[in-house]
Nanobody
Framework: QVQLVESGGGLVQAGGSLRLSCAASGRTFSLFSSYTMGWFRQAPGKAREFVAAISWTGHNTYYADSVKGRFTVSRDNAKSTVNLQMDTLKPEDTAVYYC???????????????????WGQGTQVTVSS
């Protein structure tokens, strides 16, 4: 029903920046602006973890402590996209990054995987030291 496609990943040196984008499409996603969107990541051998989320209004943002002050999440409801600006990247940021859609329309912001019901295929981010 909804397709999420991430882009913008790549290889960057420590201290560098990348900007990830997630484009939403699908017949039911004319309501993109009514869903909280989140970013998660999964490093090799580790569980997927919460990175950032932005409320459906765009007024509230939430970050994992590990990325706070370095990453910025934003959304463009007119284009049905959500972005993750990643600055001052560290080798420990290396992971596959996923965007996800909240289960609940007009819901609150959740930081757990179970709160999201649609996921993109992921984009690889590699930070070299």
């Amino acid at each position: 029903q909804v397709q999420l496609v991430e882009s913008g990943g790549g290889l960057v040196q420590a201290g560098g920046s990348l900007r990830l984008s997630c484009a939403a499409s699908g017949r039911t996603f004319s309501l993109f602006s009514s869903y909280t969107m989140g970013w998660f990541r999964q490093a090799p051998g580790k569980a997927r973890e919460f990175v950032a989320a932005i409320s459906w209004t765009g007024h509230n943002t939430y970050y994992a402590d590990s990325v706070k002050g370095r990453f910025t999440v934003s959304r463009d409801n007119a284009k049905s996209t959500v972005n993750l600006q990643m600055d001052t990247l560290k080798p420990e940021d290396t992971a596959v990054y996923y965007c996800a859609k909240d289960r609940a329309q007009f819901g609150g912001t959740t930081v757990t995987e179970s709160g999201y019901d649609s996921w993109g295929q992921g984009t690889q981010v590699t930070v070299s030291s």
